[in-house]
């Protein structure tokens, strides 16, 4: 066991460390002139003598260098690419921070020592034969984005159409918006429509799109003065929110301050049913949005099964907002007024070592209320007409759409899939869909029957006791209902604030794919005289034939090229596929090949691969009981070192010689 010496003086030494043990003939003795400390130590009856590390006398130095202060300055520049001119002259360059400088043909890379300024920026360096590029980060303050006036799924009036045509926003096509109608009666399919066409339900403003405010400021001149023959040296002046110094302002009036690149933009999270939406300095929404097909998408993979049917998988890229879930809260006064900030100790996480340590500050932002708590949890009356007409009451889903009081259809079920937890093969468009309790989740069952064109879903019950309450939200006598939702939001640097991208190597990610089957030999029509069973079976089989199946596969992406918009990915094994979705009939993804996927249908952790790497939704907790709580990495929050998370320390050796003569002490 350790004596008494070693336990001390590693008590007195922050880090990590490893022991090595070597045995041999030698010996060494303990010399006063050495810089390291020697201990004995006696493991299973052996002796050792250690050699400890050099006690570190510049840690707290370390923690604090120069380039990983640099690195936390620049951490949401990183991998941004930016144009500007050179002063005086007609030429252009492109600054990819971090990566390259660029300007006439040639290149200029990274130096990967950066250092910080004599100010609050940070300084980087570019370097090729003949070309040398300085860049000096300094402080830039922008002016506060403005709101879009019409958003995703706000309501809007088409400005050459009757004032009862309202249509709703439910995506983005270049400079138009794409539109759905909202009654009853219209077709069902968006369009796209210019915004100078439109204006928004709620305020009457015309749906010109939002301004955009320079966040970033650009621009270079060249060096007066040349190092050698015919190089070029360049110095460039970045400002940027993120190199301005927070020292003299007001926690508050910091943190907003670093809190600028976020404004303007909407930063999504899926989790289930529901896509999370927190635009800041606005609101946080939630939303739900149904994957459309894209028939001309290109091919990932396409095979031939052993009964002659082909199989076509294509990437699941192109989604439309389907329902509007309410307002989960609003940061200020409705949106309108600065919030109420508050930085707070965040608690012990695990580090990358497996130790637990002391995490920095974290900001912290109470919602102020949106919408009421019921919008969770509603009760439904069903109603059956024709032969056996009944009413009874439901318990409606907390996914439930916001603002839709009914829906009807036909009553149709699947003999084949009858608890909905598999893909449908067989439409149902327009129809309400009766299925089974169990084996799966309320929202898959309804995300699969949406898919298959059905309006609504009814679930009936198995075995089990009846839901008292509600389809995984609560009841009357756990909340009170009729109280707004209880929300925060925790803005944070993360440790992985250097991630170079959002899907990035060795991250293991979840694919949307569209499966298209077709027969070989699809069956002919049934003739007059068949059965209703004959002429089911054949509606089934040619639905098979005439749909696509949503599927969505889980692997580790093994490389990634954002110029090509794509990731290299390696299909996990079949018992890490979630049930239903994860598979692909005749398809063994044990042996699977490496897989060219799309960046816009692959997900890390509900966060779509094409977000920006700089901000994301690191976790949620869905409104449960009332309560939710929202964690957002915000990579501009490392310059301020309150925020910004310890330098990792380095693993360090303890070097054990075995003793064959007795130590000296």
């Avoid at 041999?24 to 009856?45: C, E, I, K, R, Y």
């Avoid at 034969?129 to 809007?156: F, I, K, R, W, Y």
């Avoid at 095979?303 to 439309?320: K, N, P």
């Amino acid at each position: 066991m350790l004596k008494i010496g070693l336990a001390s003086l590693l008590q007195e030494i922050s880090g990590h460390y490893v022991v090595h043990f070597f045995s041999g003939q030698g010996q060494t003795t303990a010399n006063s002139d050495s810089v390291s400390p020697f201990v004995p130590l006696s493991v299973a009856g052996r002796s050792f003598r250690c050699e400890l590390p050099r006690l570190p006398q510049q840690s707290a130095a370390s923690e604090t260098s120069d380039t990983y202060v640099a690195q936390l300055r620049s951490a949401s520049l990183r991998g941004r690419c930016l144009v500007g001119s050179i002063d005086g002259e007609k030429f252009e360059f492109q600054l990819c921070v971090g990566e390259t400088f660029a300007i006439n043909g040639q290149v200029a890379f990274h130096e990967p020592l950066s250092q910080i300024s004599a100010g609050y920026g940070f300084q980087q360096r570019y370097k090729s034969e003949a070309l040398h590029a300085h860049l000096l980060c300094s402080c830039h303050h922008p002016p506060p984005a403005e709101q879009a006036a019409c958003d995703l799924g706000q309501h809007v009036w088409i400005q050459e159409k009757l004032a009862d045509d309202l249509a709703m926003v439910v995506g983005f096509q270049g400079d138009e918006l794409l539109l759905r109608w909202t009654q009853q009666g219209q077709a069902r399919g968006a369009f796209p429509m210019a915004h100078t066409q439109l204006r928004a339900a709620e305020t009457g403003r015309t749906c010109a799109p939002r301004e955009a405010k320079q966040k970033h400021l650009i621009q270079a001149k060249r060096h007066s003065e040349h190092l050698s023959g015919d190089d070029e040296h360049f110095a460039v002046e970045l400002k940027a929110p993120t190199c301005c110094s927070t020292k003299e302002m007001e926690q508050q009036e910091a943190v907003i301050s670093l809190l600028t690149p976020l404004e303007g933009m909407c930063h999504y999270a899926q989790n289930g049913w529901w896509t999370y939406e927190i635009c800041w300095p606005w609101h946080v929404r939630r939303l739900h949005f149904y994957t459309t097909n894209d028939p001309d998408a290109q091919i990932l993979r396409e095979f031939t099964d052993e009964d002659g049917s082909s199989t076509v998988i294509t990437g699941a890229t192109r989604t439309e907002l389907g329902a509007n879930g309410g307002i989960i809260g609003f940061f200020g006064n409705g949106g309108a007024g600065h919030p109420h900030i508050e930085l707070r100790r965040a608690l012990a996480r695990g580090s990358s070592h497996g130790l637990a340590r002391t995490w920095p500050q974290e900001v912290v932002v109470q919602l102020e209320p949106g919408d009421d708590c019921r919008i969770m949890a509603n009760n439904w009356l069903l109603q059956i007409s024709g032969p056996g007409s009944m009413q009874v009451t439901g318990i409606g889903g907390s996914f439930n759409p916001v603002h839709v009081d009914s829906a009807s259809g036909h009553l149709a079920t699947a003999t084949n899939n009858p608890d909905a937890c598999d893909p449908f093969v067989e439409r149902f468009d327009g129809a309400v869909l009766l299925v089974k309790r169990g084996r799966c989740f309320f929202q898959v069952k309804a995300t699969n029957a949406e898919d298959a064109g059905a309006v609504a879903v009814v679930v009936y019950n198995d075995h089990r006791p009846d839901v008292s309450i509600s389809m995984e939200g609560v009841g009357d006598e756990y909340v009170q209902l009729s109280e707004p939702i209880s929300a925060h939001v925790i803005f944070r640097c993360g440790e992985d604030f250097q991630r170079s991208q959002t899907c990035q190597v060795g991250d293991v990610v979840d694919v949307k794919l569209w499966v298209k089957r077709t027969l070989e030999n699809p069956p002919s029509l049934p003739d007059a005289a068949a059965t209703e069973q004959e002429l089911h079976e054949f509606a089934v089989i040619q639905a098979q034939a005439d749909s696509a199946s949503l599927r969505m596969l889980r692997g580790q992406v093994l490389d990634a090229d954002p110029g090509n918009q794509s990731l290299l990915v390696q299909w996990l094994g079949e018992q890490e596929q979630s049930v239903g979705v994860g598979t692909i009939p005749g398809m063994n993804l044990d042996k699977e090949p490496p897989t060219s996927v799309p960046l816009a249908a692959a997900f890390r952790d509900g966060v779509r691969c094409t977000s920006p790497r700089d901000v994301w939704i690191e976790k949620l907790l869905e409104p449960y009981a009332c309560n939710a709580e929202f964690v957002v990495h915000v990579a501009s929050l490392c310059a301020m070192p309150e925020l910004a998370p310890k330098k990792p320390q380095e693993e360090q050796g303890i070097n054990c010689q075995e003793q064959t003569t007795k130590i000296q002490q």
